[in-house]
């Protein structure tokens, strides 16, 4: 039997991320720019000409639904926001092709540092904006934000979230669902405010602070300048963007648990401290193999630490061309494109906790050889986790490797070395966006054909929503009750 599935909150959710159009839209007014105000008052006016007939149209839907429907609900409202956000790129006026335009949409609601675009200053001010609001918007998660604010959606509200929520395990850091999702905003947007008083502190103007707080606590590497974050030439800047680059990796629950003065918790939370000593081993590596590079600790450190906690996030951000840097240094920023930020928060990737589980599995595998009939299990926050999360994550890394292992194959097809293949799958599986070689820090992916790009659109949606949320849509079984 064929599987029913009522759009009405596919269609509630895409009109929601219309409405973000207005902001733009309204700094467009005042600049008395009239391309721009028809770029982004035709998509919304057509989407919102759609959306509110259709809500009437498809009558109430049931409150409650299994997981799997809540999976095809967040791809097609991710797929058709992406299709939505690309229309303002493709009507600015500025050339962009359409297969361009959904590649910088997709980067944007799935958070990859990644452009087609070679000079980012000679674009609209309002498109600039436009381009990091969706960054921030999909940064937390554009299902999560209306199941925040509208209860009266008519769905279930944590399948939803399972399917959006990144990682391996999902959790319900408050009773409620709804409860949760707030809180979950109202740190992201505090978050948020206190890096763009920073930056101002800094002496960034106000809309470079806005355009480059959002996407950074995003987890998205993009700029209102060709140079990005290095135009500014700070360190107090540079030092705010890698804290806060960090702080977006970070597993959400965690400021949860402190805000609720569950401290110990915090410390002993297993995917966290390798969170911190995978960046801090990475940190002190490229440090020291920069020191004689750039002749000072202090100096290889400011961008040592910059690099690594960029890449560790997943955000993208370069403030050096690192492929000139010492092999050592590009080695270690090439491995932690295999690792990713936490479950939990902005950051894509494999994730770390996979890779805790994994690592004490190794080590249980290790003891089983030593002691054959000992019984051994993976201890999670210091608690015996569950074996079919060691399944699942197995499963996941499968693939996740078959996924970056096609695309490197599809990138190599339109021409591409092996090496820039490899990176570029890596870059846009995992939504980092930069990589070596024709997708290194001094390059872009503009001379990419547009069939590779409107590939790359799927993959960065599909790497965004965990892979299973997509790619169970493609088996046949799904499809039969």
């Known amino acids: 039997m064929k599987r029913r599935f009522t759009p009405r909150p596919v269609i509630f959710l895409t009109g929601i991320a219309a409405l973000a159009m207005l902001i733009p839209l309204a700094f467009a007014a005042s600049l008395k720019d009239l391309v721009m ?41 991710w ?80 399948q939803l979230v399972k399917a959006e929520v990144p990682g391996p395990e999902k959790e319900k850091v408050t009773p ?10 109202i740190t992201y947007c505090v978050l948020t405010a206190l890096l763009f008083l920073l930056y101002r502190i800094g002496g960034m103007h106000w809309f470079d602070a806005i355009c480059h707080a959002f996407p950074v606590m995003a987890s998205g ?28 990796g970070l597993n959400f629950n965690i400021y949860y648990r402190i805000l609720g003065g569950k ?8 995917e966290g401290r390798a969170y911190f000593l995978i960046f801090a081993v990475s940190c002190a590596l490229i440090t020291a193999a920069l020191t004689p590079v750039y002749g000072s600790v202090g100096r290889a450190l400011r961008y040592g630490s910059f690099q690594a906690a960029s890449i ?43 890779h805790v589980v994994l690592w004490k599995q190794a080590g249980n595998e290790l003891r089983r050889v030593i ?14 986790g569950r074996k079919d999360v060691v399944y699942g994550v197995a499963g996941f890394i499968g693939i996740y490797a078959l996924t970056v292992f096609i695309t490197a194959l599809a990138t190599a097809a339109a021409g591409m070395d092996p090496l820039s293949s490899l990176s570029a799958a890596l870059a846009i599986t995992g939504n980092i966006g930069v990589g070596f070689g024709r997708v290194g820090p001094a390059f872009n992916y503009g001379p990419f054909p547009s069939w590779l790009k409107l590939f790359y659109s799927f993959i960065m949606v599909a790497g965004r929503l965990e892979l299973w949320t997509v790619l169970g849509l493609l088996a046949p079984d799904y499809w039969r009750r």
């Open 37 to 77: 105000i028809r770029a982004f008052a035709l998509p919304l006016g057509a989407t919102l000409l759609l959306a509110i007939p259709a809500v009437f149209i498809t009558g109430k839907q049931p409150r409650n639904f299994n997981p799997a429907d809540g999976f095809l609900l967040v791809f097609l409202a």
């Open 79 to 158: 797929a058709l926001c992406c299709l939505m956000g690309a229309f303002p790129y493709w009507l600015s006026g500025q050339g962009i092709r359409w297969s361009d335009a959904v590649f910088e949409s997709s980067c944007g609601f799935a958070t990859t540092g990644a452009t087609t675009i070679k000079n980012i200053e000679a674009l609209p001010r309002p498109l600039l904006l436009w381009r990091s609001l969706t960054h921030w918007l999909g940064g937390m998660g554009i299902v999560l934000l209306t199941v925040a604010l509208l209860p009266l959606l008519g769905v279930g509200g944590f």
């Open 176 to 185: 409620k669902i709804t409860h949760t999702a707030k809180f979950l905003w």
């Open 221 to 248: 590497g993009i700029s209102t300048r060709n140079s990005g974050i290095a135009a500014f030439d700070s360190p107090f800047i540079d030092g705010t963007t890698t804290v806060f680059m960090l702080l977006a």
């Open 263 to 270: 401290f110990r918790n915090t410390f002993t939370n297993s």
């Open 312 to 354: 560790l996030s997943t955000t993208g951000n370069a403030i050096a061309n690192y492929e000139q840097w010492p092999p050592l240094a590009q080695a270690v920023i090439f491995g932690l494109m295999f690792v990713g930020g936490c479950s939990g928060s902005t950051a894509g990737g494999i994730k770390v906790i996979r």
């Open 371 to 384: 002691y054959p009939q000992g019984i051994f299990s993976v201890t999670l926050n210091r608690k015996v």
